[in-house]
């Protein structure tokens, strides 16, 4: 089992920048790829960004060049800065990460992130 725990999520005013981050414990050796997703009311869930322990990384094209997805193995961590927050990237993220040896998907419990205009 795998036990994600994001934290960093608040209320923050257009073009200001916050810091999430994504704890990993538990069965975390064959985590490889580990992603940020978001969920607005009455929108699906999408990916905002993900990074391979190899540090290899892919990103929506809405927060291209103001979110930066990155990782640190040895805390088991993954963080995602956000910068020029706009108030359409208010949503629920969730930290997320697939056991390649299960292919199960597990998810963190999500944190809040309002940006007001």
């Known amino acids: 089992q795998v036990l994600l725990v994001e934290s960093g999520g608040g209320l923050v005013q257009a073009g200001g920048s916050l810091r999430l981050s994504c704890a990993a414990s538990?069965?975390?050796?064959?985590?490889?790829?580990m992603s940020w997703y978001r969920q607005a009311p009455g929108k699906q869930r999408e990916s905002v960004a993900q990074?391979?322990?190899?540090?290899?990384?892919v990103y929506a094209d809405s927060v291209k060049g103001r979110f930066t997805i990155s990782r640190d193995n040895g805390k088991n961590t993954v963080y995602l800065q956000m910068n020029s927050l706009k108030p359409e990237d208010t949503a629920v993220y969730f930290c997320?990460?697939?056991?390649?040896?299960?292919?199960?998907?597990?998810w963190g419990q999500g944190t809040q992130v309002t940006v007001s205009s």
């Open positions: 538990g069965s975390i050796v064959n985590l490889n790829v």
């Open positions: 997320s990460a697939v056991d390649v040896a299960t292919l199960k998907n597990y």
């Open positions: 990074i391979s322990r190899g540090g290899s990384t």
